[in-house]
C-alpha cells in the first residue's frame, strides 16, 4: 500500500459530535480500464476530491457505503467488530448498483492499516469510538445512463463522542403509512445511498410531527413493519424477542444478526418472522408489549419509549430502560470494547 505523508496534521477537535470531524487520513483506491488499482491504492492526507460537474454519481446516484467502528481502550488496545461483515455487505451493495466487485480481504487489511494510522485519534473514554466510512461512488464523466466504467473507493475516519452521553434516551418512533423506503426487487436490502434519498422527506415530517424517527412498514400491504430510519427493529411481546425477517426490502444489519446470535445462545426465544403493525398496536393495548428496541451501529442499541400510528400514540412498556435492551446494549457493548469474552469470535483485536 502506498502511502503519502502529509506535512501538517490537524488540530484535534475538541467535541466529538457524529459524523463532523475526520481524521488526518484517508484510503483512496480507483478503478478505470476495467480493473481496481490495488497498485496505487493508497493511505493519503484527507482531502476533497475534484470532480467534473457530469460526474455520474452527481446525477444518478450510483453510490454504496458502510458504517462500522473502531474502539480503543485504556490499554491502547484497539478492536473492530467484524468488520469483513462490512466489507463482504459492501461487495453485495456494489453487485447491486453494478459497481465492479472487490478483493474483500484487500479492502480490509487497508481498512485496518489506516485505523492503525490514525489511532491516537480514537478517543478511549466510554462510549466513545472512531466511526469508519468507507464508500464507492461512479465517476464517468458523462451524462449518460449506464453503468460506469470508473469508480472511486474511499475509506474516512470521524472520532465519535458517547451515543448516550446524557444516558439511555428512548426515541419516539412514527409509523409511517404514506412514504416508502424499500420494496422487494428495490435497492433496500443494500447499503445504497440513494435509499437514504429517498427517506428524507418522512425523517422531517415525523420530525415535525415531533418524532424522533420513521418506522416503516412494507410497501406491499402496508401492514408489517420493516425497521427504523438506520436501525433494525425488534419487539418483545410477552417475553419473547420478535424481529422482522428479512424479506429483500430490509437492510440486513451486523448488529441485528449479532443481537439474534447473542440472545439465542444466552437462551432466549428469538423469532424471526412477519410483525404486522395491528399485532404491535394490540400487544400496547393489552400491556403484553413490553420493549421495543432498534439495533444498529452507531448507537448500537437504541430503547424505544413510544409509537405513533393513524394519530395515536403508544407507549411501550412502562416507558423505562426495558430489560432486554439493556442486556443486549450492556453485552454487545461488552464484546465490543473487551471488557467480555468474545465468546463468537467477533472482534479483531488490530492493537
Ligand atoms: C446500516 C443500516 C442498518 C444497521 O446495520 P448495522 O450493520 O447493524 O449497522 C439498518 N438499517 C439501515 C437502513 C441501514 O442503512
Known amino acids: 500500500m502506498k502511502f503519502i505523508k502529509r506535512t501538517q496534521l490537524k488540530e484535534r477537535p475538541s467535541d466529538l459530535q457524529f459524523g463532523k470531524h475526520f481524521t488526518d487520513y484517508m484510503f483512496m483506491m480507483k478503478y478505470h480500464d476495467g480493473g481496481w488499482d490495488y497498485e496505487n491504492a493508497c493511505i493519503k492526507p484527507y482531502e476533497p476530491f475534484v470532480l467534473d460537474?457530469?460526474?455520474?454519481?452527481?446525477?444518478?446516484?450510483?453510490?454504496?457505503?458502510?458504517?462500522?467502528?473502531?474502539?480503543?481502550?485504556?490499554?491502547?488496545?484497539?478492536r473492530l467488530f467484524r468488520p469483513m461483515d462490512n466489507m463482504n455487505r459492501m461487495n453485495e451493495s456494489c453487485w447491486r448498483l453494478c459497481i465492479p466487485q472487490f478483493d474483500a480481504k484487500f479492502v480490509h487489511d487497508a481498512l485496518v492499516e489506516l485505523v492503525k494510522t490514525e489511532k491516537d485519534w480514537i478517543p478511549t473514554a466510554p462510549g466513545t469510538s472512531l466511526y469508519i466510512r468507507p464508500f464507492v461512488i461512479a465517476t464517468d464523466e458523462a451524462l449518460g445512463v449506464h453503468s460506469s466504467r470508473n469508480y472511486i473507493m474511499a475509506i474516512i475516519l470521524?472520532?465519535?463522542?458517547?451515543?448516550?452521553?446524557?444516558g439511555f434516551d428512548p426515541v419516539r418512533l412514527y409509523v409511517e403509512e404514506h412514504y416508502k423506503r424499500a420494496c422487494k426487487g428495490g435497492t433496500g436490502h443494500h447499503k445504497v445511498a440513494g435509499n437514504y434519498a429517498a427517506s428524507i422527506l418522512a425523517a422531517d415530517e415525523a420530525e415535525k410531527r415531533g418524532y424522533d424517527q420513521t418506522l416503516w412498514l412494507d410497501a406491499a400491504e402496508n401492514k408489517y413493519m420493516e425497521e427504523v430510519g438506520s436501525m433494525?427493529?425488534?419487539?418483545?411481546?410477552?417475553?419473547?424477542?420478535?424481529?422482522?425477517?428479512?424479506?429483500?426490502?430490509?437492510?440486513?444489519?451486523?448488529?441485528?444478526?449479532?443481537?439474534?446470535?447473542?440472545?439465542?445462545?444466552?437462551?432466549?426465544?428469538?423469532?424471526?418472522?412477519?410483525?404486522?403493525?395491528?399485532?404491535?398496536?394490540?400487544?400496547?393495548e393489552n400491556g403484553t408489549l413490553n420493549e421495543i428496541f432498534g439495533?444498529?451501529?452507531?448507537?448500537?442499541?437504541?430503547?424505544?419509549?413510544?409509537?405513533?400510528?393513524?394519530?395515536?400514540?403508544?407507549?411501550v412498556g412502562d416507558g423505562k430502560l426495558g430489560k432486554i435492551t439493556k442486556y443486549v446494549y450492556d453485552e454487545l457493548t461488552g464484546i465490543q470494547t473487551g471488557v467480555k469474552p468474545d465468546e463468537f469470535g467477533w472482534v479483531e483485536e488490530i492493537i
Request: proline share 5%; net charge positive; hydrophobic share 40%.
Open 53 to 78: 460537474p457530469s460526474t455520474s454519481v452527481f446525477h444518478y446516484g450510483q453510490a454504496v457505503f458502510e458504517g462500522l467502528k473502531a474502539y480503543r481502550n485504556e490499554k491502547g488496545e484497539v
Open 158 to 166: 470521524s472520532p465519535v463522542g458517547a451515543y448516550y452521553a446524557h
Open 232 to 284: 433494525n427493529i425488534f419487539f418483545v411481546i410477552n417475553g419473547k424477542v420478535v424481529t422482522p425477517m428479512l424479506g429483500g426490502s430490509i437492510l440486513p444489519g451486523i448488529t441485528r444478526k449479532s443481537t439474534i446470535a447473542l440472545l439465542k445462545a444466552r437462551g432466549y426465544d428469538v423469532e424471526e418472522r412477519l410483525v404486522s403493525v395491528d399485532e404491535v398496536v394490540s400487544a400496547a
Open 295 to 315: 439495533t444498529g451501529t452507531a448507537a448500537v442499541v437504541s430503547p424505544v419509549g413510544g409509537f405513533g400510528y393513524k394519530g395515536k400514540d403508544y407507549t
